[in-house]
């Protein structure tokens, strides 16, 4: 078992749940303080105070949904200046398929390590979260990746449930948004070492996490279409089969049963809003944890490739610019804010570009075969 520090943060006095400053598709519970009425000098009533707390709530729950809204492709509308919009973005951000050769260039004599996401990645968004199956085509080309370079899926799902979906035990695997890391069997041909990987950092967020759920569940029944998601160190709610009218009044349920855990904070998915520990602890953190492990914390000579859709993939882009090494693919049809440096459109595309590494990694083998012959 491999340890690391994780630092808690501690939100102590009274509640709000507000956009985060830096990035508005954060929200956080967090340790805000309602504005100061000092008093005796300023005559103010109780009731404005409180009429004003009421708006400020208002106006938050509003942001919510504004964003619960921006993340959903219905509110995209086709226009001639939206397809200028996609043309700039995608010189911006060009296909890593119509640049392969210039990625395996960037590749040549480093050890590629393959990270992807699972939902909107590897399976298509469907409307319901336990059917979103991968094809066997996908499976298989995935277990083919993973004889030529060491593979891992980093997903938001609990690790039970993103591993019975992939069922390839000589994967890597980050469940829960990272928080529940798991490699292959010790001493299995993917696991060379006598350490197995284990690692989670939010354990003592178990019971909390459960508490959580199971109001969530019965809290939500009121609102027809959204469901919960048990993913172990995290909740899901998800709003895709939400008629939009109730997105408002679901966000208010969310919040609150949120107010009450100042210890755990909400963040934003496709269609889905993620309930997690404020702990510092993210997709990226799970990269840089599994390529220590793989034993590459600190060579120059490894080339990391992270493939994802959502919001939660940023973090692991991110470190991916910061470490200056390998480079973040986002999959997506529409233009995004991202630190991904390359783009592919779906799944499918992910697949044919997941085959050309495979082909190419063949042809380099035979290459040097024949160089050693
Ligand atoms: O990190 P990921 O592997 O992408 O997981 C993120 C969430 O994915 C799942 O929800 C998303 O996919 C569903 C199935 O296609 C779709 O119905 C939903 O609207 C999407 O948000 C999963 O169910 C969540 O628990 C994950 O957090």
Known sequence: MTSKNVVVSDAKSSLAIGVHASNSSI????????????????????AKVLKNLEINGNARINAWVDSMKASSPTHIKSTPS????????????????????????????KQIVMFMDYDGTLSPIVDDPDRAFMSKKM??????LAKC???AIVSGRCLDKVYNFVRLAELYYAGSHGMDIKGPEKGSKNNKSTEAV??????EFLPMIDEVYRELVEKIKSTPGAKVENNKFCVSVHFRCVEEKKWSELAHVVKSVLKEYPKLRLSQGRKVLEIRPT???DKGKALEFLLESLGFANCTDVFPVYIGDDRTDEDAFKV???????????????????????????P???????????????????ECKKVLL
């Not at 956080?28 to 109780?46: C, D, E, N």
């Not at 499976?139 to 083919?144: D, E, G, I, N």
């Not at 044919?352 to 042809?363: A, D, I, K, N, T």
């Open 27 to 46: 929200f956080t519970a967090s340790a805000q303080k309602p504005p100061a009425v000092p008093g005796g000098y300023l005559s103010i009533s109780k």
């Open 82 to 109: 939206l397809a200028d919009e996609q043309n700039s973005w995608m010189l911006g951000l060009p296909s890593a398929l119509d640049m392969f050769e210039h990625i395996i260039e960037a590749s040549r004599g």
């Open 139 to 144: 499976r298989a080309t995935v277990r083919k």
């Open 149 to 151: 370079f060491p593979t």
């Open 198 to 203: 284990v690692f989670q950092p939010a354990s």
């Open 279 to 281: 702990i510092k602890w």
């Open 320 to 346: 991916l610019r910061e470490r200056g090494q390998g480079f973040g693919i986002l999959v997506s049809k529409t233009p995004k804010d991202t630190s991904a440096f390359y783009s592919l459109q779906e």
């Open 348 to 366: 499918t595309e992910v697949m044919g570009f997941l085959q050309r590494l495979v082909e190419s990694f063949y042809m380099a083998n035979q």
